[in-house]
């Protein structure tokens, strides 16, 4: 217990070494539904969890290429531009940003939508379009972490405000 107390104190003496966000304007290259690329920064939508561009999932008793039209969704909303800010980095060194545009938060669009997960964040989007039985949740799907680890790929941890205490913590030490 001492040992985290005097972690905090120490941590909370550097609270100015908080990294400064990026921000980049313009219109992104989509490369799936929570990827994008934008002034050579690779990028991965903080606090949503689309499918996989190879992710099938189920609608009206056929299958359908869910990833696919997470992608397309994510274009939609971006087409015409889109200002992503963010500091922390996920396991592939992907920037995690929040993508806006004319002050819309286009992160909880997309899960409002149904066609995102919330990972961290956007609850009460994801509980909304499950109930209206928008995108994903309008059919049978497996989420797309469970289909990740299905075929062998390493969990990414959610980016919830834990994670980002974490994040911030290993900022101030690699800094000082």
Same mark, same amino acid.
């Given at each position: 217990?001492?040992?985290? #107390?005097?972690?905090?104190?120490?941590?909370?003496?550097?609270?100015?070494?908080?990294?400064?966000?990026?921000?980049?304007?313009?219109?992104?290259?989509?490369?799936?539904?929570?990827?994008?690329?934008?002034?050579?920064?690779?990028?991965?939508?903080?606090?949503?969890?689309?499918?996989?561009?190879?992710?099938?999932?189920?609608?009206?008793?056929?299958?359908?290429?869910?990833?696919?039209?997470?992608?397309?969704?994510?274009?939609?909303?971006?087409?015409?531009?889109?200002?992503? /800010?963010?500091?922390?980095?996920?396991?592939?060194?992907?920037?995690?940003?929040?993508?806006?545009?004319?002050?819309?938060?286009?992160?909880?669009?997309?899960?409002?939508?149904?066609?995102?997960?919330?990972?961290?964040?956007?609850?009460?989007?994801?509980? /909304?379009?499950?109930?209206?039985?928008?995108?994903?949740?309008?059919?049978? #799907?497996?989420?797309?972490?469970?289909?990740?680890?299905?075929?062998?790929?390493?969990?990414?941890?959610?980016?919830?405000?834990?994670?980002?205490?974490?994040?911030?913590?290993?900022?101030? #030490?690699?800094?000082?």
């Amino acid at each position: 217990m001492a040992a985290l #107390f005097a972690l905090l104190i120490v941590a909370a003496s550097r609270l100015d070494m908080t990294p400064e966000p990026a921000s980049f304007a313009g219109t992104p290259l989509v490369h799936d539904g929570d990827t994008v690329s934008m002034g050579g920064e690779r990028m991965r939508l903080l606090g949503v969890d689309a499918p996989e561009l190879g992710q099938t999932c189920r609608r009206a008793g056929a299958d359908y290429r869910c990833g696919i039209e997470a992608r397309d969704e994510l274009r939609r909303l971006v087409a015409g531009g889109a200002t992503c /800010q963010g500091w922390r980095r996920d396991r592939y060194r992907r920037l995690l940003v929040t993508c806006r545009r004319d002050g819309d938060d286009l992160n909880a669009r997309l899960v409002a939508g149904g066609w995102a997960l919330a990972y961290g964040d956007y609850e009460a989007q994801e509980r /909304q379009a499950r109930s209206a039985r928008r995108g994903l949740w309008a059919g049978d #799907f497996a989420p797309p972490a469970a289909w990740r680890a299905e075929r062998g790929d390493a969990a990414e941890a959610p980016h919830d405000l834990m994670n980002a205490v974490i994040e911030i913590i290993r900022h101030l #030490f690699r800094s000082g």
